[in-house]
């Protein structure tokens, strides 16, 4: 079955950085596009970020971009979250998710999320 397993978050400064990795497995992962997707205390569910399949295409939510940077290694079946600049409002759990088909804005398959917390 479709597994998506997070890591990489943490507790980092104001201004810092992290690298959020989620490892895919159970399905075909060069054929679907992801996405990273985070709820903050207290608030609903945010998209942050997406890449399609190839991993050519990639969108950004506008409080992240120049900030953030979403990429995929398809031969590891591995896809990444660079987070620099951190923002006491980047704390969140943040989720990988699978999307339909090369399409990153549908979110199919969930992990089980990662905490990053900033704070200083």
């Known amino acids: 079955q479709v597994q998506l397993v997070e890591s990489g978050g943490g507790l980092v400064q104001p201004g810092g950085s992290l690298r959020l990795s989620c490892a895919a497995s159970?399905?075909?992962?060069?054929?679907?596009?992801m996405s990273w997707v985070r709820q903050a205390p207290g608030k609903g569910l945010e998209w942050v970020a997406g890449i399609t399949n190839s991993g050519l295409t990639t969108k950004m939510t506008d409080s992240v971009k120049d900030r953030f940077t979403i990429s995929r290694d398809n031969a590891r079946n591995t896809v990444s979250l660079q987070m620099n600049s951190l923002k006491a409002d980047d704390t969140a759990v943040y989720y990988c998710?699978?999307?339909?088909?090369?399409?990153?804005?549908?979110?199919?398959?969930w992990g089980q999320g990662t905490q990053v917390t900033v704070s200083s």
């Open positions: 998710t699978k999307g339909r088909g090369s399409n990153f804005s549908v979110h199919v398959s």
């Open positions: 159970g399905f075909s992962f060069g054929s679907y596009g």
